[in-house]
């Protein structure tokens, strides 16, 4: 029994230095598509919980049509905690696209931006929006 456990520990051992020995530095170009490697994901003020009920009241309130469903949006959140970049990524039609957006540009509330290595990054946001009721 102490053989095996100890063959384990050594096994477990052997995989973590193999696994420090190829991991390779990211540079600051390459978090914008590959996230993973962030201490923390970017935040709004108040929580994302916050931020999805601004954006769905906000939207909802201009939203004319009566098709229903969601608009997903991508953006960088800057590591000065701008948002910037702003991309439909699902449509549901051009109306809600466009109100989408441009309640999202209309967020002047800086966000907690992510963290790597102690030091703020721009990082990738992906959200979805539901229209009508």
Same mark, same amino acid.
């Given at each position: 029994?102490?053989?095996?456990?100890? @063959?384990?520990?050594?096994?477990?051992?052997?995989?973590?230095? +193999?696994?420090?020995?190829?991991?390779?530095?990211?540079?600051? #170009?390459?978090?914008?598509?590959? $996230? !993973? $490697?962030?201490? =923390?994901?970017?935040?709004?003020?108040? *929580?994302?919980? @916050?931020?999805?009920?601004?954006?769905?009241?906000?939207?909802?309130?201009?939203?004319?049509?009566?098709? %229903? *469903? +969601?608009? =997903?949006?991508?953006? !960088?959140?800057?590591?000065? *905690?701008?948002?910037? &970049? /702003?991309?439909? @990524?699902?449509?549901? $039609? %051009?109306? #809600? &696209?466009?109100? #989408?957006?441009? @309640?999202?540009?209309? /967020?002047?509330? +800086?966000? +907690?931006?992510?963290?790597?290595?102690?030091?703020?990054?721009?990082?990738? /946001?992906?959200?979805?929006? %539901?229209?009508?009721?």
């Amino acid at each position: 029994m102490r053989k095996s456990l100890l @063959v384990l520990l050594l096994l477990s051992f052997v995989t973590m230095v +193999k696994a420090h020995q190829n991991h390779k530095p990211v540079d600051s #170009a390459s978090i914008q598509f590959q $996230n !993973t $490697n962030q201490d =923390t994901t970017p935040e709004p003020p108040g *929580g994302i919980d @916050v931020f999805i009920k601004y954006m769905n009241k906000y939207t909802n309130h201009q939203y004319n049509s009566a098709e %229903t *469903g +969601k608009v =997903t949006l991508s953006f !960088t959140v800057k590591k000065d *905690g701008s948002l910037a &970049d /702003y991309k439909v @990524v699902h449509s549901l $039609n %051009t109306e #809600a &696209d466009g109100i #989408a957006i441009q @309640v999202l540009k209309d /967020y002047n509330q +800086k966000w +907690k931006p992510a963290m790597q290595n102690g030091q703020p990054v721009d990082a990738p /946001y992906t959200i979805s929006v %539901t229209f009508g009721r």
